[in-house]
C-alpha cells in the first residue's frame, strides 16, 4: 500500500547518505599555503558539519518514517495517533506530524 511512499524515502535516503560521506570529507585547499588557509578551511570545516548535522536528522526521519511502513506505523501523527493526510506525505513522506500538531508545535517555537 505504501510502496509509492518506501520508495521516495529509499532515494532519498541514498542521495543523503552520499551527500552527508561528501560533506565528511574534510575540506581541502590545496598544497600552496596562504595567510587566511588555516582560517577558511576552519570555517569550511564547520560549516560542513552543521549542514552534515542537519542532513543526518533527515536521515534519521527517513529510516524511522522506513521503520513504520515495515511496522504498520506509516502515516500516524508521533503526537496524537491522528491519520496523516495523504497530501502531506506526498510533499513531505517522512512527515512524523499531522497537520494541527504540527502548526501547534511551530505555535510554541515562536513563544
Avoid at 575540506?27 to 582560517?39: A, H, L
Avoid at 570555517?43 to 552534515?52: D, L, M, P, S, T
Avoid at 491519520?83 to 513522506?93: E, F, K, N, Q, Y
Wanted: net charge negative; proline share 5%.
Amino acid at each position: 500500500m505504501y510502496e509509492e511512499f518506501r520508495k521516495k524515502l529509499l532515494e532519498a535516503k541514498n542521495v543523503l547518505e552520499k551527500e552527508i560521506k561528501d560533506l565528511e570529507t574534510p575540506p581541502n585547499f590545496g598544497d600552496v599555503p596562504g595567510p587566511e588557509d588555516d582560517t577558511d578551511e576552519e570555517v569550511a570545516a564547520i560549516n560542513q558539519e552543521a549542514i552534515a548535522h542537519s542532513l543526518k536528522e533527515k536521515l534519521a526521519n527517513i529510516e524511522s518514517a522506513l521503520g513504520k511502513i515495515d511496522k504498520g506505523t506509516y502515516g500516524v501523527c508521533e503526537l496524537c495517533g491522528s491519520a496523516i493526510d495523504h497530501s502531506l506525505l506526498l510533499t513531505t513522506p517522512d512527515m512524523r506530524w499531522c497537520l494541527l500538531c504540527n502548526q501547534k508545535s511551530h505555535k510554541h517555537e515562536h513563544r
